[in-house]
């Protein structure tokens, strides 16, 4: 009689959003992985149809309530494109500043909240916080230093109303940025602080070959402009997405799956940038990682946690150069005439590119959307890690295997909510 | 269950379709989570713990809205099991934006979104948790605000009834000393918006769009024709009442009167 063995998780924890995870194995070999999502579909590409395209940033932004600024950023630059205008200068890099906060905001919460518990071996933050106080207390003032930041740009943290289609409603103040740098040059020091400690963690040891695929700017490290470049061989326009990518919908999953065409699954999020940008980290952001023996390529996928922190790092500094170099004055933002045409925005959300399209037509209402989430491009590379990660951890318990495997899918900060258009864990020792 | 005075109380969260922002709000009260998680013990939170405790639950906070077969069931079962039971944000008062498709045949939407329908499993309509089972307390918003989240569990803890504004965003912006964007002929639903944002929009020049959802006796119907003085074509007009709370009774009558109407 063959020996099954199945390990299931029905409700995915420390994740937004609903998912789960079911595993099965035969005679000690893997026969099934499935990384699904139930999270209800909620059709967003089909109810903007006939919706003015000046409401986008606000519609899309109610995807996540993670990452709002992500799809503030890919819908306004997708509309900016469709209508031939370019947001520039002060405005520009307003946009930049924004989207640090989220950067900060969000991997200070998955760090610190969501992901750092499976490595210190804690339920949850709160139970870690019983035994490790300064650290989870540190990790929430983190996150509200980046919250600050989108609430002062923004006009609050959660759906910001401040961002538009051509520029911003209302340009902040000077003095209420300088206000920002103080505690942006404490967030620097806890996130180099963040960098020590998370380095210090135990890391299975496990290295995967990916194809890492983010957007890339000559000069800066990516935000919201570039092509969009792989480690194998893609360089495109973010127009160009659909001729190299493909959506599928399978039946396991609420969220359309990714792949690229001639290949399959691929990586989006902080290893793909960190790896594809390297070069572009400011020097204290390179020192931090160097300092704990980080290379210029991580292929871990525990290790994103370490790579997060050098983002947020390199986020605080680039926050502050920006608020160093404000200076008020002129429009808050630049007309936009509505016209025929279909326009791209490829950003990079803190969990990974996010490419969003639009057609519109003359009178300014959207005639098609379409979206493509970071979680829903990871889903593929998601189901490949935790068979690599099922086949090395065969020998533990039921439970730390769980454990184990879903502390796997965290390595993502997968965001199922976005997705959705998105994940249940199941483990089948069959 | 042991009498309250001899435990902690405990606190559940649930979410049904919904972007994950309202809760969110709780782990985004940075400077009180650890002090409300000594107070109230977080006992089934799957956002922020593996650990799930047996319910049932003293306090339970739901967002999101119904628009799958299993959650019309699933939240029978969690009311059974909720001591205090409080909706969250605009998804689980008032269906949220994807109520949009109560106006629409979802089998397009389905079609629309997905290459094989066949594997989705949605409900017609998007509704309000108060659909569906009783409510004891609604928190408006989209999101919420965070402080009337921490109000509302202060008050339980104490035993009081929670102050929660009814009155329009008109009176935060007075508050505020913001200038009426409707006098400089921006369009805004601040007149018949329930407060709560402390009048965020028109403090950056731009209209109120309805987030909090209809204030008490909101006369719609007034601010509407106001509008359309203002050059507003009725289409839009419509579309302005149908966002986030488009479900919620005056603005869905008012969105519904305007869509009748010639366009221009």
Request: charge should be negative.
């Amino acid at each position: 009689m063959s020996e099954v063995r199945r390990v299931e998780v029905d409700y995915l924890a420390r994740v937004e959003g609903e998912g789960s995870m079911k595993v099965m194995v035969r005679d000690g070999v893997v026969e099934e992985v499935e990384f699904g999502i139930f999270e209800p579909p909620r059709f967003y590409e089909a109810f903007m149809v006939g919706r003015q395209f000046t409401e986008a940033p606000d519609i899309t932004a109610r995807i996540c309530g993670i990452c709002p600024i992500a799809y503030q950023m890919s819908s306004v630059h997708a509309m900016e494109d469709a209508c031939g205008v370019t947001v520039d200068g002060q405005l520009r890099e307003l946009r930049r500043l924004i989207y640090c906060g989220e950067w900060i905001e969000s991997h200070g919460l998955h760090i610190y909240l969501l992901h750092a518990p499976d490595f210190l071996g804690y339920e949850s933050a709160v139970h870690m916080a019983a035994d490790h106080r300064e650290l989870v207390e540190q990790g929430l003032q983190l996150k509200k230093v980046g919250n600050d930041i989108v609430t002062l740009v923004g006009g609050r943290e959660i759906h910001p109303i401040n961002v538009k289609v051509g520029g911003f409603y209302k340009l902040p103040a000077k003095s209420d940025l300088d206000a920002l740098a103080g505690k942006l040059e404490w967030a620097r020091e806890a996130a180099l602080n963040t960098v020590e400690v998370v380095a210090g963690f135990d890391y299975p040891d496990v290295e995967i070959d990916y194809e890492f695929v983010s957007v890339c700017h000559p000069d800066e490290y990516p935000f919201s402009e570039g092509n969009i470049v792989s480690n194998k061989g893609i360089d495109i326009p973010a127009s160009g997405f659909n001729d190299v990518f493909t959506e599928e919908h399978v039946e396991r999953s609420n969220a359309l799956q990714s792949r690229v065409k001639e290949r399959g699954a691929y990586h989006v999020g902080p290893m793909a940038r960190y790896a594809l940008n390297y070069e572009k980290l400011t020097d204290s952001a390179k020192k931090a990682a160097a300092n704990v023996g980080l290379g210029e390529v991580v292929l871990n996928p525990f290790k994103s946690i370490i790579v997060r922190a050098v983002e947020m790092v390199y986020a605080c500094d680039e926050a502050l150069r920006i608020i160093d170099a404000y200076e008020p004055g002129g429009p808050a933002s630049v007309p936009v005439e509505p016209k025929a045409a279909v326009g791209h925005g490829a950003t990079e959300a803190p969990r990974g590119m996010l490419y969003h399209r639009y057609e519109i037509a003359d009178d300014g209402s959207i005639v098609t959307a379409q979206i493509a989430p970071p979680t829903a491009q990871n889903q593929l590379i998601i189901e490949n890690d935790l068979r690599v990660v099922l086949e090395d951890n065969l020998d533990l318990p039921d439970d730390d295997l769980s454990w184990r495997l879903e502390q796997s899918i965290r390595n993502y900060d997968p965001c199922i909510s976005c997705a959705t258009h998105f994940l249940k864990l199941e483990i089948d020792r069959g | 269950m042991r009498p309250l005075e001899e435990r902690q109380p405990t606190l559940a969260v649930y979410k049904f379709a919904s972007c994950d922002g309202c809760q969110l709000s709780l782990l985004d009260c940075e400077d009180e989570l650890l002090a409300v998680a000594g107070a109230i013990q977080i006992a089934n939170f799957p956002e922020a713990s593996r650990e799930v405790l047996p319910g049932p639950y003293d306090v339970v906070l739901v967002e999101g809205s119904i628009t799958t077969p299993h959650d019309e069931e699933r939240i029978h079962d969690i009311r059974r099991a909720a001591g205090v039971l409080i909706t969250i944000g605009a998804c689980a008062t008032a269906g949220g934006i994807q109520a949009l498709r109560n106006w629409k045949d979802v089998d397009d939407f389905v079609n629309i979104v997905y290459a094989n329908p066949q594997y989705i499993e949605t409900l017609e309509t998007s509704t309000p948790i108060s659909d569906h089972v009783d409510v004891d307390l609604e928190l408006r918003g989209c999101p919420i605000d965070k402080g009337q989240l921490v109000e509302v569990i202060a008050a339980y803890l104490q035993g009081r009834k929670p102050t929660i504004p009814t009155y329009s965003v008109c009176v935060e912006c007075k508050r505020r000393g913001t200038p009426c964007v409707m006098v400089k002929g921006t369009p805004c639903l601040g007149p018949v918006t329930q407060a709560g944002c402390n009048g965020l929009c028109p403090a950056y020049d731009r209209g109120c769009f309805g987030c909090f959802g209809p204030m008490e006796s909101p006369n719609t119907a007034a601010l509407a024709d106001q509008w359309h003085a203002l050059g507003i074509p009725a289409n839009r007009i419509s579309e302005a009442f149908r966002s986030f709370n488009a479900w919620s009774g005056a603005f869905r009558e008012e969105s519904d009167r305007w869509e009748e109407r010639s366009p221009v």
